[in-house]
Nanobody
Framework: QVQLVESGGGLVQAGGSLRLSCAAS????????MGWFRQAPGKDRDLIAA????????YYADSVKGRFTISRDNAKNTVYLQMNSLKPEDTAIYYC???????????????????WGQGTQVTVSS
């Protein structure tokens, strides 16, 4: 059974930092790109960062460029999202996702990601 398990969410003050982790298990993710999506109440679930299997290619939404960094450790089947200079508008549930077609057939659409985690809440207080 494929599992993506996020961790590292929590409550932080504006300007602070958090590091999210997503551990994958249940199958080999060789060749899979990984992405971080987020969904705030009443809003769509949007991609904010993604990284290809080799880590050569990355994507960042404009809203997080320069503040968030995505990375991965393929030996540990884990992807990370370092979030700095957090703002109240970053408050959302953060989901990690794995997709073999991501970066090959687009990167931002949810349809190129096959596996999803359950999400972790990030709350940024002002």
């Amino acid at each position: 059974q494929v599992q993506l398990v996020e961790s590292g969410g929590g409550l932080v003050q504006a300007g602070g930092s958090l590091r999210l982790s997503c551990a994958a298990s249940g199958r080999t993710f060789s060749g899979y790109a990984m992405g971080w999506f987020r969904q705030a109440p009443g809003k769509d679930r949007d991609l904010i960062a993604a990284i290809s299997w080799s880590a050569i290619s990355t994507y960042y939404a404009d809203s997080v460029k320069g503040r968030f960094t995505i990375s991965r450790d393929n030996a540990k089947n884990t992807v990370y999202l370092q979030m700095n200079s957090l703002k109240p508008e970053d408050t959302a549930i953060y989901y990690c996702a794995a997709g073999f077609k991501a970066f090959r057939a687009g990167v931002t659409g949810r349809d190129v990601y096959e596996y999803w985690g359950q999400g972790t809440q990030v709350t940024v207080s002002s």
